[in-house]
C-alpha cells in the first residue's frame, strides 16, 4: 500500500466508524422510545407478580412480556427466603419463566448462558434438571461451572467425579467456588466428598478442595485421613496450607502429628498455617516451639504464632509475657504487642 | 519552485517516512487492542446485579483491606470513609492513612467514628515514614487509622500494606468513589484463579457532570465542560481499548492507582510501592511482573472491564496540563528504570509488547508527532516532499484518530452501553472527532514538558486542584 493508499484507507475506516455510530445513535433513539413502554410493561408485570391472584393471561399477553417476566421473576425470587420464595417459584413455573430462561441456556453470548444457569437454579422442575445437566457440558467453563452450582444447591446434583471429569477440576479448572459446589453436595452425601479425598488418582487440587468444603462438618473420622495426607505432602506444596488449616479447623488433637512436623517447615507459609492449627487445636505441648517462632524471619509466621499462645490459654500467655520482658527482637516486638492487642497485661 | 539536490530531497523523505512509520505502528498497535478488547468483552463474565454477585461469590472470597490515603482532606473524609463502610462485600477492613495532614483530618475522623488509641502488632517489611499512632473502635471492627508522617501517596499506601493483615488489599485515590459492589466485581478473578492472579484493575469512570449523593454517583450525565468531555474519551480509549487488550494479551503494565486489587503477599516481595516516582501504579506493576518472571512463576494480572470506581477530572487547562506531564513524567521514569525488560526475551510479552508498547506511545510517539507537525508540512510547502506524504501524514495524525476514537464508542455502545441517553452517544461522537484537531496536539505538547521534566529530573506532583464532585 502507498501513501496515498493509506490516506484512502484512514478515510474509509473513518467513514465507516462514523457511520456505525449514526446507526448505534438511531438506535438508541429508538431504544429509548421502547425503553419507556418497557418500563411501563414493568411496572405492569411487577403489580401483577405481587398479586397472590394474578391472570397469568394477563402477564403474557404482550412481545415485551415473556422476557421481562423472567426477569422479574427471578429477580423477586432472589430478595425473598423460605415459603414466599418457594410460592414465588411456582408461580413463575405456571407462567413460563423456566420454559423462557432454559432456552437462554443455548444463547449465543455466554454471559447470557451462565445468567439463565444461574436462574434455573430456582427452578427444580425435571426440564431444567435436564437443561442444567446439558449445560454441563457447555464448551464455556463459566457456564459449566454455573451450572453445576445451580443443581448442586437444589440437590440434583449428578456424582462429583463426573463433575470432576466434566468441569475438569483440578486441571483446568481452578475456582474456589469449586469448594462450594463439593459443600454443596456433601451436605446431601458426605461419602462422595470424603472419597475423593483417601483416592490416590485424584489430583491434589480436588483433594485441597474437598478437605476445604469438609472442614467445617465436624465428621472427626476425617481427621486421621487429613493427618496423614499433610504428612506425606511436599513440603512446598501450595496445598499443605489448606490441609493444615483444615486441622485447625477440626479442632481435633488428632491432627497433632502433622502439625508438629510442619511448625518446622520450610516455607513460611506452611509454618504460619501450622501455627494457626495449633492454636485452634490447643496443641498446649506445642506452647515452647510456638514460642520459639516468636523469632521466626517472616511477619506472618510471627503473628500466627503470637495469636496461637494466646488460644492455649495461660500457658501461652505466660510464655508470650516472658518474651514481651526478653531481649531478643523481633520476639520482644511480637509478644508485647500481641498481648497488647489482646488486652493482656505483659 | 526551487530545484532541490536528490540528497535534500532523500533527507526530507526519510524524515517523513520516520515519522509517518511511527505513526503508523502507533496506529496498528491501536487496531490491534481495539479487535482483542473487543473479543475481551464479548468473553466477558456477566455483569450481574449486586444480589447475585453475593450469591456467586459471597461466602467464598477472600479478606480484602482497602487502603484510602488521605492528605488534608478534613471536607470529605467522613463522608468518604462512610462510603467505604457502606461497600457491598462480606470481609472489608477499611484502612484510612492520614499522610501527615496538616489539618483537621485525624480528629475528624477520630471524633465522628468514636476512635481511641490502640496496639497493633503489624509488619515492617516495606519502608515508609514513621508511624504515629494507630486509632480503631470496638464498636466499628472495620475501621482503621494509621497516623503517619507526611511522605507521599506512595508512602501512605505502603504503611498500609504493612498494617493491613487481609491477604488481598484495594488502594484508592482520596478521591475516588467505588461502586457499592466493585469489590465483588473486582475479586471475581481472585476467586476464578486463586494460585495465578497477583493483580486486578478495573474500569474508571469520570464524574464530572454526574449526580454524587452520600459518597455515591446516583445519576450518570456528560459534563458540559469540554475538556472533562474529552477526557470521558481518553479514558474510554486508555480503559476499554488499551489496558482490556493489554490485559487479554497479559501484557498489562498499569492499574490505576484511583482502583487496584493486589495480593498483599506479592505486593511485600516486591518492596511495596516505589518512592521517587509519580508513576508509582505503574511502577507497582511492572515490577510485579519482573518479580514473577524472574522468579519463574505463573500468574497473572487482570483487567476487568466493569465500572468499578469514579473519579474528578480537571477541567482547568493548566491542572489538566500538569497532571498530563506529570502522568508521561511516572511512565518514563517506569520505562527508564526497568529499560532491560524491553524486547528482552526473558520478560516475554511484557518486554515486546508492553514495554514495546510503552516506547511507541509515550517515548518515541509523543516526539515525533510534535516534530511532524513542524517539519512535514514545511517541507512539503518548500517542494521537498510530494502531497502523498502529507496525506499520509494527514491520516496518521487525524483521520486514523478518528477512526480510533469512534470504534472504541462503538465498542462501549455495543457492549456496555453506559450512557443512558442517545444525546450523550452523539456529543462524545462530535468530541472524538474534535478532539484531533487541537486537543490532540496540546495534549502531545504536555507530554514533551513531561519528558523535559524527567530529564531535567524533576519531582514532586505539583499542584492539583479539585473542584469537587456535583453533590445532589
Not at chain 1, 511477619?299 to 499462645?309: K, S, T
Not at chain 2, 517506569?334 to 526473558?346: E, G, I, K, Q, S
Not at chain 2, 477512526?403 to 452517544?425: C, H, M, Y
Request: charge should be neutral; glycine fraction near 8%; proline fraction near 5%.
Amino acid at each position: 500500500m502507498g501513501l496515498q493508499g493509506l490516506w484512502y484507507t484512514s478515510l474509509i475506516l473513518s467513514a465507516i466508524s462514523l457511520a456505525i455510530m449514526s446507526w448505534l445513535i438511531a438506535a438508541r433513539l429508538v431504544a429509548e422510545r421502547k425503553g419507556q413502554r418497557v418500563a411501563g410493561e414493568r411496572a405492569r408485570l411487577l403489580a401483577l407478580l405481587l398479586e397472590p391472584d394474578a391472570d397469568p393471561q394477563g402477564l403474557t399477553n404482550s412481545s415485551l412480556s415473556r422476557p421481562l417476566l423472567a426477569d422479574l421473576s427471578v429477580e423477586l425470587i432472589q430478595l425473598v427466603r423460605g415459603e414466599e420464595r418457594d410460592q414465588m417459584v411456582a408461580a413463575a413455573g405456571r407462567l413460563g419463566v423456566a420454559a423462557t430462561i432454559r432456552k437462554r441456556l443455548s444463547a449465543r453470548s455466554p454471559r447470557v448462558r451462565v445468567l439463565a444457569a444461574e436462574s434455573l437454579a430456582f427452578f427444580p422442575d425435571t426440564e431444567s434438571t435436564a437443561a442444567l445437566e446439558r449445560a454441563l457440558g457447555d464448551r464455556n467453563p463459566d457456564v459449566r461451572l454455573a451450572a453445576a452450582l445451580g443443581l448442586a444447591v437444589s440437590g440434583r446434583s449428578p456424582p462429583a467425579r463426573l463433575l470432576i471429569e466434566r468441569l475438569r477440576i483440578g486441571s483446568s479448572e481452578q475456582s474456589m467456588l469449586i469448594i462450594n459446589l463439593f459443600q454443596k453436595i456433601a451436605s446431601d452425601r458426605p461419602g462422595e466428598i470424603e472419597s475423593l479425598i483417601t483416592d490416590p488418582e485424584m489430583p491434589a487440587a480436588v483433594k485441597a478442595a474437598a478437605i476445604d468444603a469438609l472442614a467445617g462438618s465436624g465428621d472427626f473420622r476425617l481427621v486421621p485421613v487429613i493427618n496423614q495426607l499433610a504428612l506425606a505432602t511436599d513440603a512446598e506444596s501450595e496445598h499443605l496450607p489448606r490441609y493444615l488449616r483444615a486441622l485447625g479447623a477440626f479442632n481435633h488433637p488428632a491432627g497433632a502429628p502433622a502439625v508438629r512436623r510442619w511448625l518446622n517447615g520450610s516455607t513460611w507459609w506452611v509454618r504460619a498455617a501450622a501455627a494457626e492449627a495449633a492454636g485452634r487445636i490447643g496443641l498446649e505441648e506445642l506452647a515452647m516451639p510456638l514460642a520459639d517462632m516468636l523469632s521466626d524471619a517472616d511477619w506472618w509466621v510471627r503473628f500466627r504464632a503470637g495469636e496461637a499462645l494466646v488460644r492455649l490459654g495461660n500457658s501461652g500467655v505466660e510464655l508470650l509475657a516472658e518474651a514481651a520482658e526478653g531481649a531478643s527482637e523481633p520476639a520482644r516486638s511480637a509478644a508485647r504487642l500481641t498481648l497488647a492487642e489482646q488486652g493482656i497485661a505483659a | 519552485m526551487t530545484d532541490w539536490q536528490p540528497w535534500v530531497i532523500a533527507i526530507a523523505e526519510t524524515i517523513a517516512w520516520v515519522v509517518i512509520g511511527t505513526g503508523l505502528v502507533q496506529t496498528a498497535l491501536y487496531i490491534v487492542q481495539l479487535i482483542f478488547a473487543g473479543l475481551s468483552l464479548a468473553k466477558r463474565p456477566p455483569v450481574s446485579g449486586s444480589s447475585l454477585l453475593w450469591q456467586r461469590y459471597g461466602d467464598r472470597v477472600p479478606p480484602i483491606a482497602i487502603l484510602a490515603p488521605a492528605f488534608n482532606e478534613e471536607v470529605t473524609i467522613v463522608e468518604s470513609v462512610n462510603s467505604l463502610l457502606a461497600l457491598h462485600y462480606p470481609d472489608v477492613e477499611v484502612i484510612v492513612i492520614n499522610d501527615g495532614s496538616s489539618d483537621d483530618t485525624l480528629q475528624q475522623v477520630i471524633s465522628q467514628f468514636g476512635l481511641e488509641p490502640v496496639d497493633r502488632y503489624f509488619d515492617r517489611t516495606v519502608a515508609h515514614a514513621p508511624i504515629r499512632g494507630l486509632y480503631a473502635s470496638p464498636r466499628i471492627p472495620a475501621l482503621l487509622v494509621i497516623d503517619k508522617e507526611n511522605g507521599g501517596k506512595s508512602d501512605a499506601l505502603n504503611a498500609g500494606i504493612n498494617v493491613a493483615r487481609s491477604p488481598l488489599f484495594c488502594s484508592i485515590d482520596a478521591d475516588s468513589i467505588l461502586e457499592s459492589d466493585a469489590l465483588l466485581r473486582a475479586v471475581g478473578p481472585f476467586v476464578d484463579n486463586p494460585d495465578e492472579v497477583v493483580a486486578v484493575g478495573g474500569t474508571i469512570r469520570l464524574a464530572n457532570g454526574c449526580t454524587v449523593e452520600s459518597g455515591r454517583v446516583t445519576e450518570v450525565r456528560i459534563p458540559r465542560n469540554f475538556l472533562a468531555l474529552v477526557q470521558i474519551v481518553e479514558y474510554l480509549r486508555a480503559f476499554l481499548m488499551a489496558r482490556l487488550a493489554l490485559s487479554r494479551m497479559q501484557a498489562l503494565t498499569v492499574i490505576s492507582g484511583a482502583f487496584g486489587l493486589f495480593r498483599r503477599r506479592v505486593a511485600l516481595e516486591v518492596g511495596g510501592y516505589s518512592h521517587g516516582t509519580v508513576g508509582e501504579d505503574m511502577e507497582l506493576v511492572v515490577k510485579l511482573h519482573r518479580h514473577m518472571r524472574d522468579g519463574n512463576k505463573p500468574y497473572r494480572i487482570e483487567f476487568i472491564p466493569d465500572p468499578v470506581c469514579w473519579t474528578e477530572a480537571p477541567e482547568d487547562i493548566r491542572v489538566l496540563g500538569r497532571q498530563r506531564a506529570r502522568w508521561q513524567r511516572g511512565s518514563l521514569e517506569t520505562f527508564a528504570r526497568h529499560r532491560d525488560m524491553l524486547f528482552n526475551p526473558r520478560y516475554g510479552r511484557i518486554g515486546f509488547l508492553g514495554f514495546g508498547q510503552i516506547l511507541i506511545v509515550d517515548v518515541l510517539g509523543p516526539v515525533i508527532e510534535l516534530l511532524g507537525y513542524v517539519l512535514v508540512p514545511l517541507l512539503w510547502a518548500v517542494g521537498l516532499l510530494s502531497i502523498d506524504y502529507l496525506l499520509a501524514y494527514l491520516a496518521i495524525t487525524f483521520t486514523f484518530g478518528i477512526f480510533v476514537s469512534v470504534a472504541t464508542l462503538i465498542l462501549e455502545e455495543v457492549e456496555l452501553r453506559r450512557f443512558p441517553r442517545a444525546r450523550d452517544l452523539a456529543i462524545l461522537t462530535l468530541v472524538a472527532i474534535a478532539e484531533n484537531f487541537g486537543y490532540r496536539q496540546i495534549s502531545n505538547f504536555w507530554r514533551l514538558r513531561g519528558l523535559w521534566q524527567f530529564l531535567r529530573k524533576q519531582q514532586g506532583w505539583g499542584q492539583m486542584t479539585r473542584r469537587g464532585f456535583q453533590r445532589g
